[in-house]
C-alpha cells in the first residue's frame, strides 16, 4: 500500500510540473496558447502579471 500510495504521489507531482510549464514559465508562448486558447498580446500582457 505505501508502494501505490508513493507512486500516486509521484504521478500527481509530475502532472503538476507538466501544467507549471505552459502556465507559468512559458505564458504567451504557442504551448500555453495551444493548452488555454488563443490570446492577443495585449490579454498576455495583462495576464502575466496575475502569474
Not at 2 to 15: F, K, N, V
Request: charged share 10%.
Amino acid at each position: 500500500m505505501l508502494t501505490l500510495g508513493s507512486i500516486l504521489a509521484l504521478a500527481a507531482a509530475a502532472l503538476h510540473v507538466v501544467i507549471f510549464r505552459p502556465e507559468s514559465l512559458a505564458w504567451g508562448g504557442a504551448q500555453a496558447q495551444k493548452v488555454f486558447g488563443d490570446q492577443s498580446p495585449q490579454e498576455v500582457a495583462a495576464t502575466a502579471l496575475l502569474l
